[in-house]
């Protein structure tokens, strides 16, 4: 009995573990095709000289908005950084949103979010445990079309510029109020260890197996160039 009983526990103990690494690589995935979705957006999806100019990308699938009365917003996605190389991306740290914002809405709606971080302050706050979007760093709306000659000096000096997918369309989006924080379970389900975002984004970890398809999409942004 004392066998069987260890023996459900420690299947009991994989079980989670298993969901997660599960989820993570379908998170993995769903990430590329958004990225995907983007670049094939045309004139009406994220200007390319601004994703040239980027620093640093974060893309959340799937991220959750609901109100009834209080409004808030969840969602876990990865980013990555430009290595110092200048050559490529960085493997992908993993991270979650969440936050909140009070009004007399009524509803709910998931979309894909994608944040271009445009300089060097706004990588800083992508490598501590956690920050505030909106208070620490400074996030704007971004503007799609073909160029970025319709921004505005708000968005030319925020170190964010923040996007939206929704059926299919791109749009400017306020994450004002929200924390981003590093996610520390799927980064060891990706890694096989514990891990920080710092060291991630700053040092030379393989990219883990079921990144690749993201990492090749990546790979097609870098060539891709402004007309």
């Not at 379908?26 to 994703?51: F, N, W």
Request: net charge neutral; charged share 20%; with cysteine.
């Amino acid at each position: 009995m004392r066998i069987s009983l260890c023996l459900v526990l420690t299947l009991s103990s994989f079980a989670p573990a298993a969901m997660l690494a599960k989820d993570v690589d379908q998170r993995l995935d769903s990430a590329a095709e958004v990225l995907t979705d983007m670049m094939h957006a045309s004139d009406k999806g994220i200007p390319q000289d601004l994703i040239n100019k980027s620093t640093c990308m974060a893309i959340i699938p799937g991220m959750k908005k609901g109100a009834f009365i209080v409004g808030a917003k969840y969602g876990k996605g990865f980013v990555v950084c430009r290595r110092t190389s200048g050559t490529g991306w960085t493997a992908p740290a993993a991270i979650r949103v969440e936050g909140g914002s009070v009004g007399f809405q009524i509803g709910g709606s998931e979309q894909d979010v994608i944040l271009l971080v445009m300089n060097k302050d706004g990588m800083s706050k992508l490598l501590k445990d956690q920050f505030t979007l909106g208070g620490e760093a400074t996030v704007a709306g971004g503007p799609v079309g073909r160029d970025a000659q319709a921004q505005t000096d708000a968005m030319m000096h925020a170190e964010m510029l923040s996007y939206s997918r929704s059926r299919g369309v791109f749009a400017g989006i306020s994450l004002d109020g929200a924390t981003m924080r590093q996610d520390n379970d799927a980064n060891e389900v990706m890694y096989s260890r514990k891990i920080t975002n710092k060291e991630i984004l700053e040092g030379q970890p393989h990219a883990p197996v079921a990144s690749a398809k993201l990492e090749a999409e990546l790979n097609r942004t870098s060539m891709h160039k402004s007309h």
